[in-house]
């Protein structure tokens, strides 16, 4: 069987999360290719080599420059802070190697452009981690509006709200600071819910209203030498405006006390509504407008082997799917895509989209006024 040699930069949450669905693919999928965990890159020699055993790693560096230059690498995978993004996949791509890299793409829709520019010039492919879509339940929310079935889309709602910065205390960090960061928590996990609201309702958010705030302006510094100011948003709102005719709206927040994973919307048609919260990720809420008007209410789908992608992980419907079996999905699509020649999304090209609305958003916010995602 042909191999794909994969070469992971970064071992944090995120790194170990690929890891895992690298190493589980090929037992829940039937892959054109087989993954495999070749060479692993950390900040020095020591932390990379301990890495690499224990995520199961042929091979170690403490120079992730080496590790893209390396000729057996066929596919580079950034796991590193925002800011590194774009160095490494330029690197990668001018190397000739395909890049998966977790989200958001870049720091900026520049930096983002000249990315997207430099992969189709060399073309290798490309893929980013927005791995949310990847859930079987919102797979099947973006099937049903694409249907008909709750009629034609008129509104959308959401939200990805956290609480990882509540606690004033909590020290200063990369996340916090726009040089290393770049937007807060709108680049961080709203990205997320803006892929998403383009994904679900198949349409171009063309216009946004943004609201920003830094609700903790300052945090005490890590070596506890005093405190250090908060460059980005703790928290945003905008409204959305869409290619044909959809309105909508997406809120996001680090600072949202109680919220742990919360990824949601409701989509709303002229035939009926559908509501999903990632906390509760295996159910989707359907209301069909029809019928008795006695027994017109919303239904609770559990996901099981009748909707895509659920029935390779467990044959029994209800039993729910977690975190990490959307990333192995992602897998199967990253080497089904290099391989098996099918569509990569969302690629750069898709994610700088991602990076647009980001900036618009902040733009709409600095000036007051609506603001045209295609004049970024």
Known sequence: MQTLKIGLIGTGYMGKAHAIALRAAPIVFSLPAQPVCELLAEVNDELAARKARELGFARATGDWRVLVDDPDIDVVDICAPNFLHKEMALAAIAAGKHVYTEKPLALSATDAQEMVEAAEKAGVKTLVGFNYIRNPASQLAREIVASGEIGELIHFRGRHNEDYMTDPSKPLDWHAQRATAGAGALGDVGS?????????????????????????????????????????????????????????????????????????????????????????????????????????????????????????????????????????????????????????????????????????????????????????
Not at 295 to 302: K, Q
């Open 192 to 376: 997320h819910i803006l892929n998403m609201a383009e994904y679900l309702a198949g349409q171009r958010v063309s216009e946004v209203f943004g609201q920003l705030q830094t609700v903790i302006p300052l945090r005490p510094l890590p070596d506890g030498g005093g405190v250090g100011e908060v460059e980005n948003d703790d928290q945003a709102q905008a409204l959305l405006r869409f290619d044909r005719g959809l309105i909508g709206n997406i809120e996001t927040s680090r600072v949202a006390t109680g919220r742990k994973m919360g990824l949601a919307y409701t989509l709303t048609g002229t035939k009926g509504s559908i509501l999903f919260d990632q906390e509760r990720m295996s159910e989707l809420q359907l209301y069909k407008h029809e019928g008795s008007k006695a027994r017109r209410g919303f239904s609770t789908l559990l996901m099981g082997p009748e909707h895509t992608d659920y029935g390779a992980f467990s044959p029994a419907p209800g039993h729910g799917l977690g975190y990490n079996d959307q990333k192995i999905i992602e897998i199967r699509d990253l080497v089904e895509g290099i391989v098996g020649g099918k569509p990569l999304y969302p690629d750069f090209r898709e994610a700088w989209r991602v990076n647009r609305m980001i900036e618009a958003i902040e733009r709409s916010h600095a000036e007051g006024r609506w603001v045209r995602v295609e004049g970024i």
